[in-house]
């Protein structure tokens, strides 16, 4: 079994519906990270969590928000899907030392 | 804010022959540096890492990489590439703010095609 895992693995939704992108991780890792990837751009963070109680936007938060269930629960919303989200989302967890970050396998949404 | 440029976006060499991709950030601090390769269709895995000591890091697969700390450079190498190698290759820096780490910065990453 995946370490970290999202889903869904794929969505196609409209422009103005909400839609939630769900991560949990096996890892027993504290911080976990929403990132999106746009060809070259590269990944940009948009939220991050050091703990259940600790939620911190990243560079892009604009549009999306977060919720820490668990300490293995991170799901990010986007409440009013518009197609510049369109990308590539990918989440990551790393422990408290930050050796490194360990992905999930992305979720591809598509906004039409 | 830091910044991380990695100046070739799309890379094609023939296989056995040598690579450097470059990646240079701004941030005038400490820092951990680190690479990471994307495969086609999966999810990025690390390549390797410099935290401290010797500045000439191996990691994987063959690849290494030297921390040059007065040009602020962190480039990746391997002396000689295989059609496996084709990837996506990401250099990210997290820069240490007393003495904790904070969140890390990816480059735009490069594109690598190695042709059989």
């Known amino acids: 079994d995946a370490d970290v895992t999202q889903t869904p693995r794929n969505r196609i939704t409209k422009t103005g519906k909400r839609i939630m992108l769900e991560c949990s991780q096996t890892?027993?890792?504290?911080?976990m990270y929403w990132y999106r990837q746009d060809p070259g751009l590269g990944l940009r963070l948009i939220y991050y969590?050091?703990?259940?109680?600790?939620?911190n936007k990243g560079e892009i938060s604009d549009g999306y928000s977060v919720s820490r269930q668990a300490q293995a629960k991170f799901s990010l919303s986007l409440e009013s899907a518009i197609p510049n989200q369109t990308a590539l989302y990918f989440c990551?967890?790393?422990?408290?030392?930050?050796?490194?970050?360990?992905f999930g396998s992305g979720t591809q949404l598509s906004v039409l | 804010a830091q910044s991380v440029s990695q100046h070739n976006h799309h890379v094609i060499l023939s296989e056995a022959a040598s690579l450097e991709l470059g990646c240079n950030y701004s941030?005038?601090?400490?820092?951990?540096l680190f690479w990471y390769v994307q495969y086609p269709g999966q999810h990025l895995q690390l390549l390797l890492k410099y935290f401290s000591g010797d500045p000439l890091v191996k990691g994987i697969k063959g690849f290494e990489a030297e921390f040059i700390k007065s040009k602020f450079s962190f480039n990746l190498r391997k002396p000689s590439v295989q059609w496996s190698d084709t990837a996506e290759y990401f250099c990210a820096v997290n820069p240490i703010s007393s003495g904790s780490a904070r969140q890390l910065t990816f480059g735009s990453g490069t594109q690598l095609t190695v042709l059989p």
């Open positions: 941030y005038g601090g400490t820092v951990n």
């Open positions: 890892k027993g890792h504290d911080r």
């Open positions: 990551a967890t790393s422990d408290g030392g930050f050796s490194q970050l360990f």
């Open positions: 969590s050091f703990d259940v109680k600790d939620i």
